[in-house]
Antibody, heavy 123, light 110 residues
Framework: QVQLQESGPGLVKPSETLSLTCTVS??????????WSWIRQPPGKGLEWIGY???????NYNPSLKSRVTISVDTSKNQFSLKLSSVTAADTAVYYC???????????????WGQGTLVTVSS | QSALTQPASVSGSPGQSITISCTGT?????????VSWYQQHPGKAPKLMIY???NRPSGVSNRFSGSKSGNTASLTISGLQAEDEADYYC??????????FGGGTKLTVL
């Protein structure tokens, strides 16, 4: 059973950089079959796709966040990470890491999710 | 990229069937068979219920089914149960090689 777990600070100051890590167990980020994604949800609002990474390091980002987002992967630790710079209160959200979609044809959706971590942007 | 359009809320009585729509464009829902549906209970992570328009992951009840016609995808839940009360989100791949979600639909079981 694949499990994902987000970790990182729950409080970030405005203008600083939000940093989160997703640790994968029961599976490998290097499997080659999947992209590994970040998705967020502001309190009381809907889901927003942030972006994804392949184990090789290739990435794809939501254009609305692209100038501020960096997703990276550490295959030796079976982890992938999110950095979001110059944060504002609008970036306050529950941040989820998830497995998917499939690398070869972008099918399959996001089949395994972390429990999510609330990041609040406030001074 | 605009969000997909879902009704804000739907409701039904136990045992009934309901359908949630997800409307996009020919650049997303209508152009690809990569529509997925997620169930989210309060305070929980989303759960994949349908992928690639109409496929159910292992372990998901066959009361959940998906379909697509033109630019609109649909999630149907038959034999409504109290445990189905949740928020539901659709998502689609787009022509820009990006992913977009619907705004979410709150399902109330009366």
């Amino acid at each position: 059973q694949v499990q994902l777990q987000e970790s990182g600070p729950g409080l970030v100051k405005p203008s600083e950089t939000l940093s989160l890590t997703c640790t994968v167990s029961g599976g490998s980020v290097s499997s080659g079959s999947y992209y590994w994604s970040w998705i967020r949800q502001p309190p009381g609002k809907g889901l927003e796709w942030i972006g994804y990474i392949y184990y090789s390091g290739s990435t794809n980002y939501n254009p609305s966040l692209k100038s501020r987002v960096t997703i990276s992967v550490d295959t030796s630790k079976n982890q992938f990470s999110l950095k979001l710079s110059s944060v504002t209160a609008a970036d306050t959200a529950v941040y989820y890491c998830a497995r998917g979609p499939h690398y070869y044809d972008s099918s399959g959706g996001w089949d395994y999710w972390g429990q999510g971590t609330l990041v609040t942007v406030s001074s | 990229q605009s969000a997909l359009t879902q009704p804000a809320s739907v409701s039904g009585s136990p045992g009934q069937s309901i359908t949630i729509s997800c409307t996009g464009t020919s650049s997303d829902v209508g152009g690809y068979n990569y529509v997925s549906w997620y169930q989210q209970h309060p305070g929980k992570a989303p759960k994949l219920m349908i992928y690639d328009v109409s496929n159910r992951p292992s372990g998901v009840s066959n009361r959940f089914s998906g379909s697509k016609s033109g630019n609109t995808a649909s999630l149907t839940i038959s034999g409504l149960q109290a445990e189905d009360e949740a928020d539901y989100y659709c998502s689609s791949y787009t022509s820009s090689s990006l992913w977009v979600f619907g705004g979410g639909t709150k399902l109330t079981v009366l």
